[in-house]
């Protein structure tokens, strides 16, 4: 970790910043369920799934199919740089400033590292749609907005739950004892 992510770490963030991000990401995922549902993931008729005989460039231009891309990029850029992903500087320049400042700050890496499981969950659904999986697409999508929406709504983060969960037994987060 560099000494600026250490620092970062030591101040923490607002934690209504990630669940202003996950409101955006919820309703993004909830309009790609909806996509996914009347698209070429679920679509069938008498000879069976269409999308097993969907072609490659079908699979990759359904509507769906591309909207979860761009979420997928979106969590990719919450991983790699999560100043500078767009729902995070909408919330740091035009909600944070209207804001009382919060009375308590939470350690960035359990929210980076949800962003992490969202781009997997995401990753997933993409890979599977393009291999001609029905379904996968749009329950990939409903996992990933099922988590978005606990996040946004209760403030209950699956993926800051899974880090804490790891970190506890030492998976990641620590630096493991040296073996002997």
């Known amino acids: 970790m560099s000494d600026s992510a250490d620092a970062s770490a030591l101040r923490?963030?607002?934690?209504?910043?990630?669940?202003?991000?996950?409101?955006?990401?919820?309703?993004?995922l909830l309009i790609d369920v909806f996509l996914g549902l009347t698209g070429l993931s679920t679509a069938s008729d008498s000879?069976?799934?269409?999308?097993?005989d969907a072609t490659i460039t079908e699979r990759v231009l359904d509507p769906a199919f591309l909207l979860l891309l761009?979420?997928?990029?979106l969590f990719?850029?919450?991983?790699?740089?999560?100043r500078t992903a767009p729902w995070?500087?909408?919330y740091r320049t035009a909600v944070a400033p209207r804001l009382a400042r919060p009375t308590d700050l939470e350690d960035p890496r359990p929210p980076r590292f949800a962003q992490g499981v969202g781009l997997f969950v995401t990753a997933i659904g993409l890979a599977l749609q393009?291999?001609?999986?029905?379904?996968?697409?749009?329950?990939?999508?409903?996992?990933?907005?099922?988590a978005a929406f606990l996040?946004?709504?209760?403030?209950?983060?699956?993926?800051?739950?899974?880090?804490?969960?790891l970190q506890r037994?030492?998976?990641?987060?620590?630096?493991?004892?040296?073996?002997?």
């Open 12 to 28: 923490g963030i607002d934690p209504r910043g990630p669940r202003f991000v996950a409101g955006i990401t919820a309703l993004l």
């Open 130 to 146: 393009l291999l001609g999986v029905p379904w996968a697409l749009t329950i990939a999508a409903a996992m990933a907005f099922v």
């Open 88 to 90: 995070a500087a909408l």
């Open 169 to 180: 037994v030492g998976v990641i987060g620590r630096a493991r004892p040296a073996s002997a």
């Open 76 to 82: 990719l850029w919450g991983v790699l740089s999560p």
């Open 47 to 52: 000879s069976g799934w269409a999308i097993t």
């Open 151 to 165: 996040n946004a709504a209760f403030g209950l983060c699956l993926g800051c739950q899974l880090y804490l969960l």
């Open 70 to 73: 761009a979420i997928a990029l």
